[in-house]
């Protein structure tokens, strides 16, 4: 018997984004009351035993980790410039899928400090931003990671930049052979967004640029998308459209959520 997409789909997720917000094939009743701001807990540090083995060893590249963070008196932690190497595991925390809440989402953003200016990992230099590696550090603490390196058809290692990550999320693509990505409408998007579900905008240039990427922000809406990103200016910002559209070569934006968030498996 084939099984529907709504089979993947849990009922806390459907309350989330409601009827008409569904995948085509989706619809279906809900009663299970969505997550909030008064959930407590769903943020694991790495003494709680949060299992990063499914990952396959080469999404850890081939040049090590990451110099150990620094703790900061704000919160969170800063690092070094080796922004191609992935963090230690005891430098992060995870908030796994199941467990989504928008206090979470900000702990897990707060913890990365992208806008402090110190924070070498993330400061753009020599004309190069890392959106792609911000967001390969915040999707790996979301338990959906998508890697800065990843095995391609061929068995070749390859980097994760961001016009790669939109044309692989525009297929499904499963970087992390977990789960693989679906994408949504932008009302679907800035509804999962609201509830502290991590979803990712991405963006094509077709001019030999690079795109960019970035995880939409709670209390977003379509008049003020709001991303947290690492770009020439970094931290939550607003997205700006006059500067990503067509005319500067830039495709659409492109929403997709991990499937671990639908399935909740």
């Excluded at 009351?33 to 949060?50: A, R, V």
């Excluded at 090590?64 to 992060?92: N, R, S, V, Y």
């Excluded at 679907?188 to 001019?207: F, W, Y």
């Amino acid at each position: 018997m084939a099984v529907t997409a709504t089979a993947l789909i849990p009922k806390s997720v459907q309350a989330m984004i409601g009827q008409s917000d569904l995948p085509n094939n989706t619809k279906t009743e809900h009663t299970d009351k969505p997550p909030n701001d008064s959930e407590s807990g769903g943020i694991l540090t790495p003494d709680t035993s949060y299992n990063e083995d499914a990952y396959p060893k080469e999404y850890w590249g081939t040049q090590g980790f990451a110099l150990q963070g620094t703790d900061i008196e704000e919160g969170g932690k800063t690092w070094g410039a080796d922004c191609g190497k992935p963090l230690l595991h005891e430098d992060m925390i995870f908030n796994p899928p199941g467990k989504r809440s928008t206090r979470n989402w900000r702990e897990i953003i707060t913890h990365f400090n992208l806008d402090n200016p110190n924070n070498a990992r993330y400061v753009p230099r020599d004309g190069k931003t890392f959106c792609n590696i911000a967001l390969s550090d915040l999707t790996r603490a979301f338990g959906i990671w998508i890697p800065h390196w990843y095995k391609d058809n061929d068995g070749n290692l390859q980097p994760t930049y961001a016009n790669k990550i939109y044309d692989q999320l525009q297929t499904g693509f499963d970087f992390s052979r977990n789960k693989s990505w679906i994408p949504i409408s932008e009302e679907q998007a800035i509804k999962l967004a609201n509830r502290g579900i991590p979803v990712v905008m991405a963006i094509r240039n077709n001019t030999g640029h690079s795109g960019h990427v970035g995880l939409i922000a709670p209390d977003s809406s379509h008049e003020q998308l709001k991303i947290a990103q690492a770009g020439r200016v970094n931290g939550i910002v607003s997205f700006n459209r006059s500067t990503y559209n067509e005319e500067n070569g830039y495709t659409q934006p492109l929403f997709a959520i991990n499937q671990s968030d639908y399935s909740n498996t």
